[in-house]
């Protein structure tokens, strides 16, 4: 593997050695990364070498270079993600996409956008908004993380529901390949039957198939006029019930709907002073966002869909946003997940998904799952409810001896392949996901995922040591 | 190739050895196929032997006794390809998904649907209609398109502006490999981010990566009240700003938005006995679907539409359907496009897309690199217009003599990859297309579609001869 292995240059002389290789290539040494925040994880910088190359034939030419030298890459964009997917080594050199940052072309009568991988999903949603558009797919780290990472692992975030994921926003991509070549299918158009669609291989690659450059993404119309809630609720069901009402409502958009169980909730609001007096005792929060032709039409959807639910769904409370302001802190309290990170450093968190029917019995296992283990385990449960995606932290510091997080990951993962879920939904598999990978996946799909990763990187050289091959 | 030789098997030989393999599977020979409808290619039931297995562990069965004896396979569904991709030689053997034809479960609280490849779209519509479901995505050929073969070509059809395709529509997916051995990836959730996305090779692939059985698909709500109208239009681009009024209508759901140049829809008239008088002299015809809450409120859309639009768009014709059999003699102006083989047998078609901005400018320029190579040169120009999508017909009866044949596929493909669009639609390559592919894809697209095929496929088993590697 050649991730784990110190490489025969120094930093400072791949530094040196990479200088040079082409006019748009600006190459960072140990001490021009010093002191940088790393990102997520604490060793995304440990090689010490960035390459960052302003345009794909930059991107190609120290590519080639490190396959001719056998140099592993490591491709980094917004350095957002939660599973070390970024994670480097001596020896390795960081392929990162930071000056692939141009907006290339809007294009507004077909709903699309041409984009460099380094572009972070706000600054893309600034630009689209001013042609009255904006992306399908919005997550809470949008001011960070870049379109290419978002490609790498399949980002979904709180539009999924209703749009899919990024490979269903993904029209074209342009990426280098192991080689040195370059790749390129910038298709405009959603309609492709032209041979196997190949740059599928990137979306959720997580970097082990090559370097994506430029994206073309689907844009859609924005919608501005908004009504935010929280409601109480007993339980997924009766959230799924919620979300179905308004997603019935002909005039309706719902934009978001997140679920947050009642240990969530309660920590989160203490923690940032929110007032929780509207929800009943150990309820779960269900926040729902929706768009209409007028703020007032969304409002009235609202108040309207509070009124015929409240009984039939047995509700535990419920409040509107009465401004933009107040719809920003309910947004806050599900967004800023990592509130409880100081109280409980490192705690182990999972990011899995299940068919939104099986919710309610899978937290349930669950829990019993974790009491088994240790009487005193509870996790923070939290997430996508319309589509099945759920965040779990377990309330305990990390990191976990080994086999207590062998336990763990057994309790949290077992059955979910099963039910037709993923054990990793929208976060990839990276550094800390590679034994769930290897205990979780289906064997066969490891099996063909090592001879296509053998074919196209025959070295090992894009971002080893992460999703095993 | 494996395709273009003669086996060592004759066909009677052939279909002895592979009976009893499994006891799920039937196998015809050349006597229970002489006199079978080779559906749309003369050659597709060629090679005189069929398996049709029942079960994924029979097909399993089948695909390792053709790997370790070295016998082609050419995977089939309804035999409603249009491009050759079900061609069949003798030698090989045809596994096709007609008995895996069970609907395994309708989720409807999910919206999500567990098929066996073999499952005519039009059998899934109907099941999924007790439910209040439909499929996401609706073509022509429901009543004989298998969800398996819409897989292995990305099919499109009619609502793909809107929905997507076929890989848009996909959760899951069950395949035999050529090795034999069964690749199961039946999740029911959209966002999962668990390593490489391996089954999006079989989307697309035109059976070149192994054999799909069983499918999970989205499913959608049933919008049954709809209104149907033709509109006269001078060129894609009022089209367009028609599909987009219709599209911003909050209350209004677009369900269809096909554009008939004006020597299709003149000469399909005549020949069904149409009534054009709506419609001006010169002028395209625009067929528009949409639904709503109520009839009523789909047909006053309608009404107002056309009003609104009327002068801005300077509209050259206008009619709404009356009844529900007028709707459908609408659709069969557009769905029957096969109405001109008769007078010109064989004529060469094709099925591109481009961005939606750049259609008028390509059927110009298409229209005088036609007429350059011969100006007696016409085509039939019709398709779904919100996506790009075009199907164009040389009015001449075919096959054309090589060169020709070269020529006018030079004029049609020429510029549209870099334009962003596909020489390939929603057909596929098949055998028909191969030159195309050749020619038109991206080398660097062509040559690691070879490495991946060649790490999947050693021996080259699997459909040969048709997406060349």
């Known amino acids: 593997m050649a991730g784990g292995k110190t490489g025969r240059f120094t930093p400072d002389e791949l530094a040196a050695r990479l200088s040079g290789l082409h006019p748009d290539l600006v190459v960072l040494g140990p001490s021009e990364l010093a002191g940088r925040h790393p990102g997520e994880h604490p060793d995304n910088l440990a090689c010490g070498v960035m390459a960052q190359p302003a345009s794909t034939a930059a991107a190609a030419a120290l590519v080639a270079w490190c396959n001719e030298n056998a140099v592993a890459i490591v491709p980094q964009g917004g350095l957002t993600g939660l599973v070390g997917g970024n994670v480097s080594h001596q020896g390795e050199v960081i392929l990162s996409s930071a000056r692939l940052n141009r907006i290339v072309a809007i294009h507004p009568a077909e709903m699309t956008v041409e984009v460099g991988a380094g572009v972070p999903l706000e600054a893309l949603q600034h630009a689209a908004a001013a042609h009255g558009l904006t992306t399908g797919i919005d997550l809470g780290s949008r001011g960070s993380a870049t379109i290419g990472g978002m490609v790498s692992t399949n980002a979904g975030g709180i539009l999924a529901f209703r749009n899919g994921v990024m490979r269903h926003q993904v029209l074209g991509i342009e990426a280098v390949l192991p080689s040195g070549a370059v790749f390129s299918d910038m298709t405009r158009v959603v309609k492709v039957s032209a041979g196997p669609d190949l740059k599928q291989l990137f979306i959720g690659g997580e970097g082990a198939f090559g370097f994506v450059t430029h994206v073309v993404l689907k844009l859609e119309p924005q919608r501005a006029h908004r ?191 099963e039910a037709g879920g993923s054990f990793s939904a929208e976060h990839g598999v990276g550094f800390e996901k590679r034994h769930a990978f290897e205990a979780f996946a289906a064997p066969e799909k490891q099996a063909l995922a090592r001879v296509i990763k053998q074919a196209i990187d025959p070295k090992g050289l894009f971002n080893p040591g992460k999703v095993p091959f």
């Open 227 to 417: 009504a935010t809630a929280f409601l109480g609720v007993t339980d997924a069901a009766s959230a799924l019930s919620v979300i179905r009402h308004f997603r019935s409502l002909p005039a309706i958009t719902l934009e978001g709907a997140e679920m947050m169980w009642p240990r969530y909730i309660h920590d989160a609001a203490a923690l940032k002073g929110f007032d929780l007096s509207w929800l009943e005792d150990g309820a779960a929060a269900l926040l729902i966002e929706v768009s209409a032709e007028t703020v007032e039409k969304a409002a009235s959807a609202l108040e309207e869909g509070l009124e015929t639910l409240w009984e039939p769904l047995a509700l535990k409370g419920g409040v509107i946003a009465q401004s933009l302001d107040q719809a920003r802190k309910f947004w806050e309290i599900r967004e800023d997940s990592g509130f409880y990170y100081p109280a409980v450093p490192n705690a182990p968190s999972f990011d899995i998904s299940v068919p939104p029917t099986y919710l309610d019995a899978y937290v349930a296992g669950l829990e019993a799952r974790l009491k088994a283990i240790d009487p005193s385990y509870a996790a923070y449960v939290y997430g996508h409810i319309a589509d099945g995606n759920l965040h779990l932290t377990l309330i305990k510091p990390g990191p976990l001896p080994e086999d207590e997080l062998l336990a763990v990951e057994t309790a949290i993962y077992t059955g979910i392949r």
